[in-house]
């Protein structure tokens, strides 16, 4: 990443602060392994695919931690830009509209402008995977049957943030120089979430079906 672009992701710009995994732990050795591959230029396709003798969960887990730490500080070099004014709806064009439910304050889907939606989803996020029961820490202490289940869920909804980033923001996202480390990351998402079939493919059309736009393309080349 060039100095440039490092200076327009940095700590400062984070929308949440980053879930770290704890050294020692088999996580942690997960995700390096999983850092290096991407780090050495490794084919995006080969590197999300489960390694061999390790645990489906833990692999997940790995991922989605991983994934919320790098969508979030994209969010965050955008956020300025996204606001109630400019974005009063969560939405992904005119054809893709986000409500939220959390079955706590919002028990029915209900519509809000994007900036608010997206702190009610990273909060969501939070408590999940720093939730015990759900992301143990601790050697030996299993997953939860449902597992895979809310992991589904934690990634369709951080896929919506690439929605609107990508169709309401991209022209932000183009002045900072920072297209291609986005569609890196989104790339990666894509391939791991459809390698793992973790998102319905109805889920992924409002970027895939978009053929006006060249930079919704590059999965498919």
């Not at 879930?19 to 392994?33: I, S, V, W, Y």
């Not at 645990?55 to 979030?72: L, P, T, Y």
């Not at 297209?179 to 890196?184: G, L």
Request: charged share 25%; with cysteine; net charge positive.
């Amino acid at each position: 990443m060039s100095i440039a672009l490092k200076q327009v992701f940095n700590k400062d710009k984070t929308f949440r602060p980053k879930r770290k995994f704890e050294p020692g732990t088999q996580r942690f050795e997960l995700h390096k392994r999983a850092q290096a591959s991407l780090n050495s230029g490794v084919d995006l396709k080969a590197a999300v695919q489960l390694p061999s003798g390790e645990d489906q969960n833990d692999w997940v887990a790995v991922h989605v931690v991983d994934f919320f730490n790098r969508i979030n500080l994209i969010y965050g070099t955008i956020c300025e830009f996204c606001t109630e004014r400019t974005c009063p709806v969560m939405s992904g064009g005119p054809k893709y509209e986000y409500r939220w439910q959390d079955d706590l304050k919002y028990k029915k889907p209900t519509a809000l402008p994007a900036p608010q939606y997206m702190n009610l989803l990273m909060d969501w996020i939070e408590v999940q995977i720093n939730n015990e029961d759900i992301f143990p820490t601790s050697v030996g202490v299993p997953f939860p049957r449902n597992f895979l289940q809310i992991c589904k869920k934690i990634l369709c909804r951080l896929f919506r943030v690439f929605v609107h980033v990508y169709i309401h923001h991209f022209d932000r996202v183009i002045v900072m120089g920072a297209e291609a480390h986005v569609n890196t990351c989104y790339k990666h998402f894509y391939y791991f979430v459809t390698e793992m079939n973790l998102i319905d493919r109805k889920e992924l059309e409002p970027l895939v079906s978009r053929t006006s736009t060249e930079y919704f393309l590059f999965i498919h080349s």
